[in-house]
């Protein structure tokens, strides 16, 4: 099991910037992929982003595609989510979670979350 921290959440004014960032410890960092997830109030959890650990591939929801990259640094066990140009509607709380054996999100490990709110 891996188990997921994430800090750098805030609140921040229509296009700022805040980073993000998800201490990882467990199984093996390097062997996972990683992404972050946010749920608004009142909505449903949606994917942001994540990174793929074998290619290096990074994914993004169209909305975000432009303003926000995703990185990993394996000897930190860490991935960041550097937003830029940030809007009111990225208002959430983000998650960083990794999949679990199958390649399934849901059932994979999940963190605390961090709240980003977004000030218009």
């Known amino acids: 099991q891996v188990q997921l921290v994430e800090s750098g959440g805030g609140l921040v004014q229509a296009g700022g910037s805040l980073r993000l960032s998800c201490a990882a410890s467990g199984r093996a960092f390097s062997r996972s992929a990683m992404g972050w997830f946010r749920q608004a109030p009142g909505k449903e959890r949606e994917f942001v982003a994540s990174?793929?650990?074998?290619?290096?591939?990074?994914y993004y929801t169209d909305s975000v595609k432009g303003r926000f990259t995703i990185s990993r640094d394996n000897a930190k066990n860490t991935v960041y989510l550097q937003m830029n140009s940030l809007k009111p509607e990225d208002t959430a709380v983000y998650y960083c979670?990794?999949?679990?054996?199958?390649?399934?999100?849901?059932?994979?490990?999940w963190g605390q979350g961090t709240q980003v709110t977004v000030s218009s």
């Open positions: 979670a990794t999949p679990d054996v199958r390649g399934n999100w849901t059932d994979g490990s």
């Open positions: 990174v793929s650990m074998s290619s290096g591939n990074t």
